[in-house]
């Protein structure tokens, strides 16, 4: 009888979806169908983190020879160099999270690099910094060039070294027996790459075009700041925030 009363057991927590079983009581225990909440940010800081990467290599060009007044050959390997850092430091990223910092931590720390690089390439845009005789133009175009050259260069190893940790602590947030639920997030975590540079492709052009400055008031008097490195990318704050959220 005792046995019958076990096999019955066994069926009913199979049917139940339960992964583990008392000989003597009853598991409830159904598969977890709810999308993780920390998931979702991750999802929804990837994107704001991927149109912030697209945002700023669709204007870097125009940026370097209209604002900076470099040359196209200068611009054009600045451009590729700064590209080709972005998809090798993932490298580095991937060995400082299983060597050292793990997942959260590399992305964590990782990320302010990133705010820090894209603070100091929007602040390397406004003329002010050094237009003294308030022409229009920059003065000394060295400061906004070293300016942008670190802004680079932090961005550079910001995105890339999160690449290979922010899909993984992703996975992260589900448990064994939500296999579906991960490969959705999967899905949806893709997606946002070719959403991100699909809109970023369509609202950057028209706001290059529509808006050529942003106006402040300084000591009184109007001021135009240029929208050359784009306050736009003020959104990877938001993004970062999300990631810090999902932990």
Not at 156 to 183: H, L, M, W, Y
Not at 199 to 210: D, E, H, N, Y
Request: charged fraction near 15%; aromatic fraction near 12%.
């Amino acid at each position: 009888m005792l046995n019958l009363l076990e096999l019955w057991l066994a069926v009913k927590s199979v049917s139940l979806g339960c992964t583990a079983l008392s000989s003597h009581s009853l598991c409830l225990q159904r598969p977890r169908s709810r999308f993780p909440l920390g998931a979702t940010f991750i999802i929804n800081s990837d994107f704001f983190e991927r149109f912030s990467f697209f945002v700023t290599a669709g204007v870097l060009i125009i940026y370097c020879i209209n604002f900076l007044r470099w040359d196209v050959r200068f611009t054009a390997a600045i451009y590729h160099t700064f590209v080709a850092l972005c998809h090798l430091t993932p490298i580095l990223g991937a060995i400082i999270a299983d060597s050292w910092l793990g997942k959260f931590k590399t992305i964590l720390y990782l990320s302010i690099v990133y705010i820090i690089g894209q603070a100091v390439l929007t602040v390397s845009s406004i003329n002010d910094l050094t237009d003294h005789n308030q022409d229009g133009s920059p003065d000394n175009v060295a400061v906004h060039t070293a300016l942008s050259m670190v802004g680079l260069i932090l961005i550079a190893f910001g995105t890339g070294a999160i690449k290979p940790c922010v899909s993984a602590f992703g996975a992260d947030q589900f448990e064994d027996d939500q296999e579906n639920q991960r490969s959705k997030f999967f899905s949806y975590f893709y997606e946002n790459t070719v959403v991100a540079s699909f809109i970023s492709a369509i609202v950057i052009p028209r706001l290059m075009g529509k808006v050529t400055c942003l106006l402040t008031i300084v000591k009184h008097q109007k001021r135009c700041v240029g929208l050359q490195s784009s306050p736009v990318k003020v959104q990877v704050l938001f993004s970062d925030t999300l990631d810090l959220s999902s932990k």
